[in-house]
């Protein structure tokens, strides 16, 4: 523990806990079930549902899920046309941290409404 320069002991500053809520929880959960059925030889529908559901951040999931799972599917040595139970892993796993920074995106602002996004209280 290191001293203030006043000679007090500085407090250590631990990182909130972030919880989603019910209905928070839910939505990742689907996103995590469609991402899973989008693997699947018929999933293009799922698929749709899975880019459609994840706006805004769609973009950046699938930018990310492309590349994590090429840099997956070369670590593991299957190619673009062998399914690999790892890949599908990341795939999903990629989704779900999506899904998740939406939920919690969105439970922000309905706590502190949109012009209180870059504050730490609810607004009130």
């Known amino acids: 523990m290191g001293r203030m320069d006043d000679g007090t002991h500085a407090t250590p500053v631990a990182l909130p806990v972030v919880r989603l809520s019910s209905a928070g ?15 699947l030889a018929d999933g293009r529908v ?6 459609v559901l994840t706006l805004p951040l769609t973009p950046v999931a699938l ?5 994590a799972a090429v840099a997956v599917g070369a670590a593991v040595g ?19 941290l999506t899904a998740w920074l939406n939920a919690r995106m969105v439970e922000k602002v309905l706590l502190r409404g949109w012009a209180g996004r870059w504050t730490s209280e609810p607004s009130g």
């Open 25 to 39: 929880q839910t939505y990742v959960a689907v996103v995590a079930l469609l991402a899973a059925l989008s693997t």
């Open 46 to 51: 799922w698929y749709v549902a899975l880019v």
């Open 63 to 67: 930018w990310v899920g492309f590349y």
């Open 78 to 96: 299957s190619g673009p046309e062998a399914h690999s139970w790892l890949v599908s892993l990341v795939w999903v796993l990629v989704w779900s």
